[in-house]
């Protein structure tokens, strides 16, 4: 079975630094896709950013870019320059090739003023 | 445009009694999930929409649980004789094709009292 791990249930960041969320992952199938999610306060889900296992190069998405180590089953998630409104859960997902997204337990992020 | 919406926004409701939970898609989107997702927790996959294909409904948690679509349209989630344990947001999404971007609604808080 898929499992998508998030070890930091809470993490914290002055505001202008950089944080690392991390994510691992369980998968015997090669082709598959990845994705960050932020939810803040308001409950609405927004895609932050997304990876394609075949893709090597490390996707970007202005201050947000992902560390993919693919023989380490490792996604995680560098937010440069943070802002307050950053603030918020972020969940690690999964998807193969079929029709299910595979969820982590989040992270709750805190950015500090 | 438009995103997805659902409705209500928040639902008390007495153990044992039924629920219709509704969801808008974007439109134009062909595939739909809905996902659970309990206090403090991540999301868990339910049900989901493919065109006019067989819904893949694996992750319903118990037959009390089912969901319909009308083409590409509009879809209900039903929950019957609800317990306590059904309190959690019950999320909806949307995606378009081979586009793998999931879009989400602000989801639906049941609470069974």
């Known amino acids: 079975a898929q499992t998508v791990t998030q070890s930091q249930p809470e993490m914290s960041v002055q505001e202008a630094e950089t944080v690392t969320l991390s994510c691992t992952y369980d998968t015997s199938e090669s082709d598959y896709y990845l994705f960050w999610y932020k939810q803040p306060p308001s409950r609405q889900m927004i895609l932050v950013i997304r990876?394609?296992?075949?893709?090597?190069q490390n996707a970007t998405e202005n201050r947000f870019s992902v560390n993919f180590q693919k023989a380490a089953k490792s996604f995680s998630l560098k937010i440069s320059d943070s802002q307050l409104g950053d603030a918020a859960m972020y969940f690690c997902a999964y998807r193969r090739g079929g029709n299910q997204f595979y969820f982590g337990t989040g992270t709750s992020l805190t950015v500090i003023p | 445009g438009a995103g997805v919406s659902q409705s209500p926004s928040n639902k008390v409701t007495e153990k044992g009694k039924d629920v219709e939970l509704r969801c808008d898609p974007i439109s134009g989107h062909t595939a739909l999930y809905w996902y659970r997702q309990r206090l403090g927790q991540g999301l868990e996959f339910l049900i989901y929409f493919q065109g006019n294909s067989a819904p893949d409904k694996s992750g319903l948690p118990s037959d009390r649980f089912s969901a319909e679509r009308t083409g590409e349209s509009v879809s209900t989630l039903t929950i019957q004789r609800t317990q306590q344990e059904d309190s959690a947001v019950y999320l909806c999404?949307?995606?378009?094709?081979?586009?793998?971007?999931?879009?989400f609604g602000p989801g639906t808080r049941l609470t069974v009292t």
């Open positions: 990876q394609e296992a075949y893709k090597q």
């Open positions: 999404a949307s995606s378009f094709g081979q586009n793998h971007e999931q879009y």
